[in-house]
């Protein structure tokens, strides 16, 4: 079966350091993984997407992932921080014999301090 | 603007109420998903659809139904056979193509029941 791990249920960082939450999945082929971004009270926003072409993906608002195979992961990651990335990030891996079936992370709550 | 409508944004009801939630797209989407969100449980699947007069039940389906009768709309209903109806709902349609599918949400109704 599909699923998703983030290690990190929260992660605190200052503003301007870099950021790193981090993502695991399980599955037999390569999946489409995708990161998303949720504030508070509103829908999730698609940050980047991998699909089986480049392995480092650029997203919006600074934000890239890298896929690395052997090691299942799929991290996100920008160098410096601001104060308006505050939020809960998302992994989601794809399903694996129904592309229209998604797994989503636990999630990951983002605090950047001033 | 093409996009995912859920309405209302907050909604009140008392126990032993069915209450209807509303989710209409104009993406052009074949799918559509319901989702519930419960604080650090990150998101759970209730009820998706792939084409118009058909869906299936998700993880956590009992308790709630759907319609899907046209491709734009695809309403659930929290019964009052749900136990813990109280949670945020996200609703969400994808796009895709032979690889993979893209999920795209709405922003969400906010479910309290006393």
């Known amino acids: 079966a599909q699923s998703v791990t983030q290690l990190d249920s929260h992660v605190s960082v200052s503003e301007g350091t870099p950021v790193l939450l981090r993502c695991n999945y399980s599955s037999s082929y390569s999946p489409s993984l995708f990161w998303y971004v949720q504030h508070p009270n509103k829908g999730l926003q698609l940050l980047l997407k991998?699909?089986?072409?480049?392995?480092l993906v650029k997203g919006i608002n600074g934000f890239e992932a890298e896929f690395k195979k052997s090691e299942t992961s799929f991290h996100l990651t920008k160098p410096s921080a601001h104060m308006s990335d505050a939020a809960e990030y998302f992994c989601?891996?794809?399903?694996?014999?129904?592309?229209?079936?998604?797994?989503f992370g636990s999630g990951t709550k983002l605090n950047v301090k001033p | 603007d093409g996009g995912i409508t859920q309405s209302p944004k907050y909604l009140f009801r008392k126990e032993g109420q069915n209450v209807t939630l509303s989710c209409e797209q104009n993406l052009n989407h074949d799918a559509m998903y319901w989702y519930r969100q419960d604080p650090g449980q990150g998101l759970r699947l209730i009820y998706y659809?792939?084409?118009?007069?058909?869906?299936q039940k998700g993880d956590i389906a009992e308790g709630y139904s759907v319609s899907r009768e046209k491709k734009e709309s695809f309403p659930l209903t929290v019964t009052s056979a749900q136990k813990n109806p109280t949670a945020f709902y996200l609703c969400a349609s994808s796009i895709g193509s032979d690889t993979y599918y893209e999920q795209y949400f709405g922003p969400g109704t906010r479910l309290t029941v006393t």
């Open positions: 659809s792939q084409i118009v007069n058909d869906f």
């Open positions: 989601v891996v794809s399903g694996l014999y129904n592309f229209n079936k998604f797994y």
């Open positions: 991998y699909t089986s072409a480049a392995t």
